[in-house]
């Protein structure tokens, strides 16, 4: 399985983005996907979950300006991002949780990461 996100730049504060991440591969289901995040020098901390029935959650600090979307047809989940502050400014990664259809294992598969900078 491959993650493949896009979407990210360079954005002025309050301003938007929305971020993309396509999963490939074959024979697996996903069962939930999620944006992390990671800014120079700190700990990757969760931006935001949705499961493969739609349910999101958000941690208090993102739930605001932040939303999270999936389209389950092309296996893609979606971050939009609103009213852009500098401290957004880090590296987006997108996460799957599956299982494989030929076994039924389990797996978790991460994006390659895409650069978000918001100036001040």
């Known amino acids: 399985v491959q993650l493949q996100a896009s979407g990210g730049g360079l954005v002025q504060t309050g301003g938007s983005l929305r971020l993309s991440c396509a999963a490939s591969?074959?024979?697996?289901?996903?069962?939930?996907m999620a944006w992390y995040r990671q800014a120079p020098e700190k700990k990757r901390e969760l931006v935001a979950t949705?499961?493969?029935?739609?349910?999101?959650n958000y941690p208090d600090s993102m739930k605001d300006r932040f939303s999270i979307s999936r389209d389950s047809a092309k296996k893609t989940v979606y971050l939009q991002m609103r009213g852009l502050k500098p401290d957004d400014t880090a590296v987006y990664y997108c996460?799957?949780?599956?299982?494989?259809?030929?076994?039924?294992?389990?797996?978790?598969?991460w994006g390659q990461g895409t650069q978000v900078t918001v100036s001040s």
């Open positions: 996460n799957i949780r599956g299982s494989y259809h030929h076994d039924t294992s389990d797996f978790v598969a």
């Open positions: 591969g074959s024979s697996f289901s996903i069962n939930a």
């Open positions: 949705i499961t493969c029935t739609g349910i999101t």
